[in-house]
C-alpha cells in the first residue's frame, strides 16, 4: 500500500479534469470521464491498493460497506484497456465502452507519479 499525498492527488486530479475538458469528445463522455476520474481519486484516498508500472497499472477494487458485495476485485489498466484479473474477461464498464475508475486511475497516478513514473513517497497521507 502507498502513502498518497493528497494535496499532490488534488493537483494531478486537477490537470487531469482540465485534460478533459480540452478533449474533443461529447459533453456527455466528458461528464463520464470526470465521474471516473473523481470515483478514481476517492478510492485512491481511501484504499490505495495498486502496483504501478509505467505501462499498466494492477489495482484492487474494494467492495465498500454500503454495497453487498463480496471479495475484492483485481483489475489491469491503461490508456487503451482495462480488464479484470481475478477473471477472464474486460471490466464491465470498459467491455460497455464507459470510461471507469480504474483507467481514470491509471491517468491521475500516470500524472500524481510523474513522468518516470517514479516519485517518493510521502511520509504523510
Same mark, same amino acid.
Not at 90 to 97: I, K, N, R, V
Given at each position: ?67 453487498? #458485495? ?5 483489475? #489491469? ?49
Amino acid at each position: 500500500m502507498m502513502n498518497i499525498d493528497i494535496e499532490q492527488l488534488e493537483t494531478a486530479f486537477a490537470r487531469v479534469i482540465e485534460g478533459i475538458k480540452k478533449q474533443d469528445m461529447t459533453a456527455h463522455l466528458k461528464n463520464r470521464w470526470t465521474r471516473a476520474t473523481e470515483k478514481a481519486r476517492d478510492r485512491l484516498i481511501e484504499k490505495p491498493y495498486f502496483a504501478w508500472q509505467s505501462e499498466r497499472l494492477l489495482i484492487v477494487s474494494v467492495p465498500s460497506d454500503a454495497t453487498s #458485495e463480496i471479495g475484492c476485485r483485481f483489475y #489491469e489498466a491503461n490508456e487503451q484497456a482495462c480488464r479484470r484479473v481475478d477473471k477472464s474477461g474486460l471490466c464491465q464498464a470498459f467491455y460497455e465502452g464507459i470510461p471507469c475508475w480504474h483507467r481514470a486511475a491509471y491517468l491521475l497516478l500516470k500524472i500524481y507519479l510523474g513522468r518516470d513514473g517514479c516519485r517518493r513517497q510521502s511520509k504523510t497521507n
